[in-house]
Nanobody
Framework: QVHLVQSGGGSVQAGGSLRLSCVVT???????MAWFRQAPGKAREGIAA?????YYDASVKGRFTVDKDDAENTLYLQMNALKPEDTAMYFC??????????????WGQGTQVTVSS
């Protein structure tokens, strides 16, 4: 069983920054890890994924950065230049492929990000 524990998130004004963390136990460094978000009434979307290289959805590319610290067993999502449309529940995940939500087996508990205009 793999456990993912998220931290970070919260409320920020447009243009601000937030950093999400996700501690993965046990941690397998060569597995895909990804960040997803889900806004009310919308499907869960994969916004960033990393294995040896990082990949991004067009909506966040250039503003968000996914990174991992293998020594700390932690996945990060640095979010800059936040927009109101980034408001959603954010989830980390592992045990899947790329940004395909249906392929992921293990999920964090979710953390709310709210961006006000």
């Amino acid at each position: 069983q793999v456990h993912l524990v998220q931290s970070g998130g919260g409320s920020v004004q447009a243009g601000g920054s937030l950093r999400l963390s996700c501690v993965v136990t046990p941690y397998i460094s060569d597995r895909w890890m990804a960040w997803f978000r889900q806004a009310p009434g919308k499907a869960r979307e994969g916004i960033a994924a990393i294995r040896s290289t990082d990949y991004y959805d067009a909506s966040v590319k250039g503003r968000f950065t996914v990174d991992k610290d293998d020594a700390e067993n932690t996945l990060y999502l640095q979010m800059n230049a936040l927009k109101p449309e980034d408001t959603a529940m954010y989830f980390c995940a592992t045990g899947g492929y790329y940004r395909d939500a249906q392929s992921y087996t293990y999920w964090g508990q979710g953390t709310q990000v709210t961006v006000s205009s």
